[in-house]
Every structure is written in structure tokens, then in C-alpha cells.
């Protein structure tokens, strides 16, 4: 019981440091991101300039507030997306099954053996890369996990005695799953989903890292990593900053959602 309260007390942590850490970058005054200063490069951090500036004199702060933005922007689109027609789609197969159920298995099979970041790289040769581009690519292709998940739950559901009396009341089937078993499945879906949100922010950094979606005006925490790669032992904080961002991000998600998981467990066993 007391490890499942101390998963429980993480989980808050996280949930206020994510928090936290949006309305930093959200309202900590910087200067705009585009100015340079080329009489002040690989400056340290001072009240001026809270994290330094890089070698082009750019407040780093500012550029990191940007790529924050532009990274939480590709993993909300993308976890709404899978999220709600990976789950929608999931329950309809789940429920109903039949041909229009081996039709979504198909897509959903079809997406889950297709990478993302294969899907990402073709995509963007063809239509430019964008963090609306990505958190579609994304979302599509993580849509087939939620289905099968979806599926699995929802025909587990289906086999309850309470559902059949539902159907005896006159229940229609769409009314059953919305009302009936979409709130007992919703709590495995979300603590997938946050789990998964958390592999978002690595993959669109690394996606940003090779040279996808770069653009000099508006920088993501991956391409200052590629930018800054040549200063790594002569001006190591110009790294260690972006990176720090990509960790601290990514710990919020699996520490918060992670932590949901184990006290839901502890609440089922109990």
C-alpha cells in the first residue's frame, strides 16, 4: 500500500511539473527568437538572457520556448487523433465484428506494420513537413494499437451479464456503447494513451534531428540539437539544454500515466 500511494504521489508530481513547465515557456519573458546578436554569442545564462545565447547570439530560451510549442502541438494533435478514431474504431470492431469489422482489422494491421517515421519521411518529400503534418502522420499511425486495444476491451465488455440485461431493457447498441462501455474501458485507453504521448516527443525530435520540418524561423528542440551538435565540447550547455527539454517532457508523460496505471491496479486487487 505504501508504493502505491508513493506511484500515486509521483503521478501528482508529475502532473504539477508538467504543468509547470507549459506556463513557463508559456509566460517567462525572452526576447523574440528570430533576433541575433552577433556581439553577443555563447553568451552564459544572465537576466538578460536566462539560458545564454547560442552562436548566432539567439536567446536559447526563446528557441526552446518555440520548439515547446511546436512539439506539444504534434503530441495533442496526434493523441487526440489516434486517441479518438483509434478507439471508435476499436469499439466497432469489438462490438459488432462481421465484414465491416475485418475491414478496420485491416487498416488497423496495415498501420501497425507501417512506421511512422518511414510514413513521415515520405510524406514530407512530397508535401513539406509541418508539426500539422506530423501530428496527423502520427496519429494515423498509432491508431492501429488503440483499435486492437479498443477491440480486445470492448468484446470483453460485451460478454457481461449486465450488457445482455441492457439489451433485454431495449437498449439500442450504439446507446450500450457509449453509455455502457466506453466509460469502463476509457481508464486502460488513457493510461495507454499517455504512454504513448510520451514516444510522441522523442519521434518528432528525432524526426526534426535528420532535417524534417526544419525551418531557421521556427525551431524545434530537435533541429537545435542538429545546429548545435558541432559545440558539444566546446559550448556543451548549447546541447544540454534542448536534450534536457526532450527528457523532462517525456519523464512527465510516463511518470504521470504510469502512475495512473499502478493505482488503478492497486484499486482492482484491493
Not at 536567446?59 to 518555440?66: E, F, I, P
Request: glycine letters at 10%; aromatic letters at 14%; one cysteine or more.
Amino acid at each position: 500500500m505504501a508504493k502505491d500511494r508513493k506511484k500515486g504521489k509521483s503521478g501528482k508530481i508529475a502532473f504539477v511539473f508538467l504543468l509547470l513547465y507549459i506556463l513557463f515557456f508559456a509566460f517567462a519573458p525572452h526576447p523574440k527568437y528570430i533576433e541575433t546578436d552577433v556581439l553577443n554569442t555563447f553568451s552564459l545564462p544572465s537576466s538578460q538572457h536566462l539560458l545564454g545565447t547560442d552562436h548566432l547570439g539567439r536567446d536559447v530560451y526563446a528557441l526552446l520556448a518555440a520548439g515547446a510549442f511546436r512539439t506539444l502541438e504534434v503530441v495533442f494533435l496526434a493523441t487526440a487523433l489516434s486517441f479518438l478514431g483509434g478507439s471508435f474504431l476499436g469499439m466497432l470492431l469489438g462490438y459488432f465484428g462481421g465484414v465491416w469489422g475485418s475491414v478496420i482489422q485491416f487498416f488497423a494491421d496495415f498501420v501497425s506494420v507501417l512506421p511512422s517515421f518511414l510514413a513521415a519521411m515520405a510524406l514530407s518529400a512530397l508535401f513539406g513537413f509541418s508539426p500539422l503534418m506530423a501530428g496527423v502522420v502520427f496519429g494515423v499511425g498509432n491508431m492501429g494499437e488503440y483499435i486492437n486495444q479498443a477491440a480486445v476491451l470492448t468484446e470483453g465488455m460485451k460478454k457481461q451479464e449486465f450488457i445482455d440485461a441492457q439489451k433485454v431493457l431495449g437498449l439500442g447498441n450504439f446507446q450500450i456503447m457509449l453509455s455502457h462501455i466506453l466509460p469502463n474501458i476509457a481508464r486502460q485507453l488513457f493510461v495507454f494513451m499517455g504512454n504513448k504521448a510520451a514516444g510522441m516527443v522523442s519521434l518528432y525530435a528525432g524526426l526534426a534531428f535528420i532535417g524534417l520540418g526544419t525551418d531557421i524561423t521556427k525551431p524545434d528542440w530537435g533541429t537545435l540539437l542538429y545546429q548545435y551538435r558541432g559545440y558539444l565540447t566546446s559550448y556543451p550547455l548549447l546541447v544540454f539544454w534542448p536534450t534536457l527539454c526532450i527528457v523532462c517532457l517525456t519523464l512527465c508523460f510516463h511518470l504521470l500515466f504510469d502512475a495512473s496505471e499502478e493505482e488503478e491496479e492497486s484499486t482492482l486487487y484491493d
